[in-house]
């Protein structure tokens, strides 16, 4: 097995307790149209971890992640766009904020979802202003992730997908759109993707303490 296949599938594991929450249960209205998705994001295995979900999910898939957004821009030069592109804010080299118009001139029908550990009311506005689709946080459950990605197809910088500007009421009044309702089953803890990477640093960490004693 090689080295870049043993994160991967140990990360397939962790999410495997997250697959029955995201299927009939829990009915969020989809695009019959494949959609298609990139990533960039500079931690290599959070964006793994988040393309292995994605490619889980009915109609989504996700072939291409990048460390940079210097190497995604590379890449969109050259290749089919996708449909939607996740990208951080804080990469080595470019900033994910200061890509977004870059992106939007090699691809103009491409949408771009800023991808965040940390709410900033600031850097939402600034998205906002320079063409992003939505706002999400790395801290949302799978299943919003899922339902936002569906909802920046059909509404692309919608209530739901600016949350801060929307409480003040910055949104122009065609983006005010009612919020996808997400909720997770009865019963059952909402599958967090940050609480999954943890899990995954943890156990490693834990691996390592052991091999060490």
């Known amino acids: 097995m090689s080295a870049k296949s043993r994160p991967v599938n140990e ?3 962790i999410i ?3 697959e029955g929450e995201l299927n009939a249960s829990h009915p969020i ?3 019959r149209r494949m959609l298609r998705v990139w990533i960039a994001d500079d931690d290599q295995e959070l964006r793994e971890l988040l393309g292995d979900l994605l490619n889980k999910q009915p109609g989504i898939r996700c072939r291409r992640w990048f460390p940079t957004a210097e190497a995604l821009l590379a890449a ?3 290749e089919r766009p996708p449909d939607m592109i996740l990208l951080d804010i804080h990469m080595g ?3 994910g904020l200061d890509a977004i118009q870059p992106i939007r001139r090699l691809a103009p029908s491409v949408k771009v979802l800023m991808w965040t550990m940390f709410s900033n009311s600031h850097y939402e ?3 906002f202003r320079a063409g992003a689709a939505g706002f999400l946080l790395k801290s949302y459950d799978a ?7 569906h909802e920046a197809r059909r509404n692309p910088g919608s209530n739901a997908l600016f949350p801060s500007l929307s409480l003040n009421r910055n949104l122009p009044e065609k983006h005010i759109e009612p919020a996808v309702p997400v909720e997770a089953p009865q019963g059952k803890k909402a599958f967090s993707l940050v609480g ?3 899990q995954l640093c943890g156990r490693r960490a834990r691996r390592s303490s052991g091999s060490a004693a």
């Open 11 to 13: 990360m397939a594991r």
């Open 16 to 18: 495997t307790s997250a």
């Open 29 to 31: 209205a989809v695009d």
């Open 76 to 78: 969109l030069a050259e």
């Open 93 to 95: 080299g470019k900033s």
């Open 125 to 127: 506005a600034e998205a």
């Open 143 to 149: 299943l919003e992730i899922v339902a936002l990605l």
């Open 196 to 198: 999954a990477f943890r």
